[in-house]
């Protein structure tokens, strides 16, 4: 048995390869394993847990079917899956978790998160994020019409885009400083996210012990899994069928 972790696969309506990759490592490989991890960016944009559409109640019936089965399934919001809310979390018996967590993955304890906020140096994405994750923000946005809602993503969708276009790789990665302040926040030598896009293992070293980051990948052109057992922890791929 094994616990999985995925992050970034930017699901939606437009994105039919990577939407059947996702159901069938749901179906096939999640619904063996001892719990999953979802870290963020499951949607290329969540609109609000009022979407009804087909697209919507798919994802929903996917995690649905895997917690009836009786695997946990552990979900941390991404920069773009920020809306998802107490009413997902109840129509598909997902946990939510906080911003950062700290797990006991087989005896060792590991910081999980979607990554976003260990990139200091993008002020400005760090600004969008403490505007949208705004309670009375939130809570204005789930109570407009669904037609305003999709017209607003679609301004937000194409001001990512533009905003990407001009900043530089290193902009958009992690600071490490940032990284280690946070695992010896949480005293831990293991810290597991996605968001960057940049799926790789670094070992570094600090004054207290040899530390592991690990970094999810997208899931663009093929599915990217974290396999962890309690003898190992393997970045895998999946391909596209």
């Known amino acids: ?15 039919p390869t990577i939407n059947h990759c996702f159901a069938q490592f749901m179906r096939e490989e999640a ?7 979802v870290l ?6 969540w609109i609000g847990d009022d979407d009804t559409s087909d697209f919507a109640n798919f994802v ?8 009836d089965a009786g695997v946990p399934c552990f979900f941390t919001k991404g920069n773009r899956d920020f809306l998802v809310g107490k009413r997902f979390a109840k129509q598909t018996g997902i946990t939510l978790l906080g911003d950062e ?10 910081v999980v998160l979607h990554g976003d906020t260990l990139c ?3 002020v400005s994405y760090l600004k969008f994020r403490e505007k949208v994750n705004k309670k009375w923000l939130q809570w204005l946005f789930n109570r407009i019409p669904m037609f305003i809602k999709k017209k607003i993503v679609s301004k937000i969708q194409s001001d ?20 280690e302040r946070v695992m010896e926040m949480h005293q831990v030598d293991l810290m597991i996210h996605g968001h960057t896009h940049r799926p790789d293992v670094h070992i570094f070293e600090t004054n207290q012990s040899t530390n592991t980051r690990i970094v999810l990948g997208d899931w663009y052109t093929q599915g990217s899994v974290l396999v962890c057992d309690k003898k190992n922890i393997e970045l895998q791929t999946r391909p596209f069928l």
């Open 31 to 37: 619904v063996k394993a001892d719990a999953l991890y």
């Open 40 to 45: 963020g960016d499951l949607f290329d944009f």
């Open 101 to 110: 967590t700290v797990i006991d993955l087989y005896g060792r304890k590991a």
């Open 160 to 179: 990512i885009r533009d905003d990407k276009k001009t900043k530089s790789l290193e902009i958009m990665d992690v600071t490490q400083s940032e990284v």
């Open 1 to 15: 048995m094994s616990t999985l972790f995925i992050s970034d696969l930017h699901l939606s309506p437009a994105t």
């Open 120 to 122: 200091t140096q993008d």
């Open 60 to 67: 929903r019936g996917e995690f649905k079917q895997l917690t």
